[in-house]
């Protein structure tokens, strides 16, 4: 498994620890010896393309995930907004991130931008845009990651048991999945049984404690996590996705330290 953090552009969007900007931030990120990073990214993109190439090459870093709620925290628009127009302009937006993860060669993160729905036209409009995001990643050879995300912050997919249904009702082979621990914590029976469950569907990995602070400043059992990741073959990212303290450094502190004392990371 691969160490990665999240860092953003000073969003809305809570759940990130390293904000500011990539040009400061990207820098810091190779020097506290990450190799893989996840984007948080505001749109339109505040960098050029070839100049964000750039700046992750000079840094000997890659780029795990892509995420894409910004217009979604921005402008309140998403795959289940009342208005065609609204989910036409929400899906054109997305359809660029998947172009810049084309060249990045990473993925596309579906979290908080198929918005708070919880009527079955919501559903059935939500099913509409992904098929059509879909399209557009199979012509990129982009994979497009499904998160299940908490009853609280969404009425659309809150299980793995959800996500995998909506894997087979759009029946893509670039549609994978991404778990989030502070989601399953809620959510899930039993976070082991829910990862072998997904199994090599598992694309992506976010984690953060039952608090969404960071690891070790709450309850989960991230050895069982990481024994249970272990026993599937999961290789890929495992990113840090959480609710940062107000000091900065302490908060990159404690995860960088978490994962340079844990076996499961670094075996």
Known sequence: MKKCIVVGEGNKFGPIPIKGDLKETLPLVSKLGYEYVELNLNFPFTLKTIELKDILLENNLKVSAITTGYPYFSEGISFTSQTQESRKKTVQIIKEYVDLANILETQVV??????NGNREHDYQNFIKCLKELLIKAEQKNVNILLEPINRYETKLINTVDEGLEIIKKV??????????????????KSIYESIKKANELIYHFHVADSNRKPMGCGHL??????????EISYTKAVSAELVPFSNQKETVDLITGFFKENYYINS
């Open 110 to 115: 579906i979290g908080s931008i198929r918005g």
């Open 171 to 188: 029946n893509s082979k670039k549609l994978k999945l991404l778990l989030d621990t502070f989601h399953m914590n809620i959510e899930e």
């Open 221 to 230: 059992n991230f050895n069982a996590i990481f024994k249970t990741l272990t």
